[in-house]
């Protein structure tokens, strides 16, 4: 469901191969969070990852935040600082799909690393 409201595109590159996009939970199931598409992004693997890791997050204006962090443990992320301040550029078009601002303020305060 996810990969269809999302047009099976990642909600931050706008990547298009089907094999590399995972549907992320914005808060996690094993903490209470919902299967629902509001609280989900459609994300390239390499994104879910760091999303699930804390590294990078998304606002409540559905802007894409990458924590200082990635460059101090691990020298690099140029790729990933290049989509800092974006907003998602693929986003469901019905509105009770759209992230919930809840779940995102809920992982912007319990698992970025700003």
Request: aromatic share 10%; proline share 5%; with cysteine.
């Amino acid at each position: 469901m996810i990969t269809d409201a999302y047009q099976r595109r990642c909600a931050i590159t706008g990547e298009k191969t089907l094999p590399v996009l995972e549907a992320a939970h914005i808060k996690p199931y094993s903490l209470e969070g919902p299967h629902a598409i509001n609280n989900g992004l459609l994300l390239r693997r390499d994104f879910h990852t760091l999303f699930d890791q804390g590294y990078i997050t998304v606002d409540k204006s559905l802007s894409v935040e990458v924590s200082h962090r990635i460059k101090e443990d691990f020298g690099n992320g140029k790729e990933y600082y290049a989509h800092h301040g974006s907003k998602l550029i693929i986003l469901p078009e019905r509105k009770e799909q759209m992230p919930d601002p809840r779940y995102l303020e809920w992982h912007n305060e319990n698992v970025y690393m700003g």
